[in-house]
Each structure stands twice: as structure tokens, then as C-alpha cells.
């Protein structure tokens, strides 16, 4: 497994001046700042050419809500539709239950007969 931490600042506290936020170009589209947050990513490999990747980022302003994103590089399953990325938006205090539903809908599909055994 990897991981990577980084603290993402792509803009102030301060709204920009009103000049900034102006169109470039007579109706051409307005400037949204974007938000300052604090990230971390991380990966695990599944075979030599294919890997689960993850990025959360919680934001250091506003209601500060977790944006965990799933994705999967490398060759596609044979079945099922072809899904590269999930993000979910998960509150703040809930990550940790939202990581007890994960690990417990595996275990219970394991017990079921839906999964095999951990490999």
C-alpha cells in the first residue's frame, strides 16, 4: 500500500475583488474560487497491472464534509459495467461508520456465501 499527504490552498479566506471576478470576455463564463483542503491519498495494488486507488479531502472552510474517492486502474473486470470512479460526500463524524458498513456488509456476504473466502 501507498500513501501520499498534502495540503491542497487553491484560494483565500477573503472573497476576490470584484474586478477579479469579473468575465474574461464579454459573456464569456464567471470565475469560481476554489476551496482550501486537506488531503490525503493512497493505493493498493491487485495484480502487476491493476490497483484500487483512494483520495479523501475534507475542506478547511465551510461545512468541512469528507469527499472520499474510489477508483480502479488497470484493466477492466470481464463483467459487469465498466465503473472507474465513486466519490461519495460522507459528514465529518460519520467516516468511521461508514468504514464499520464496509467492512461489515464484506464479512456478512462472506458468512452468506456471496463472497468467497479472504483471499
Known amino acids: 500500500m501507498s500513501a501520499l499527504h498534502s495540503l491542497i490552498v487553491a484560494d483565500n479566506e477573503r472573497p476576490p475583488r470584484p474586478a477579479a471576478a469579473q468575465p474574461v470576455a464579454p459573456g464569456g463564463p464567471d470565475y469560481q474560487p476554489g476551496h482550501s483542503a486537506r488531503q490525503t491519498t493512497g493505493s493498493v495494488a491487485v495484480g502487476r497491472k491493476s490497483w484500487w486507488l483512494a483520495t479523501l479531502s475534507v475542506a478547511m472552510t465551510g ?57
Open 63 to 119: 461545512d468541512q464534509a469528507v469527499l472520499l474517492t474510489v477508483e480502479r486502474d488497470g484493466p477492466a473486470p470481464t463483467a459487469g459495467p465498466v465503473m472507474d470512479q465513486v466519490t461519495l460526500v460522507i459528514p465529518l463524524g460519520e467516516v468511521d461508520a461508514v468504514l464499520t458498513l464496509l467492512q461489515g456488509i464484506v464479512a456478512q456476504a462472506r458468512l452468506d456465501g456471496v463472497l468467497g473466502a479472504a483471499s
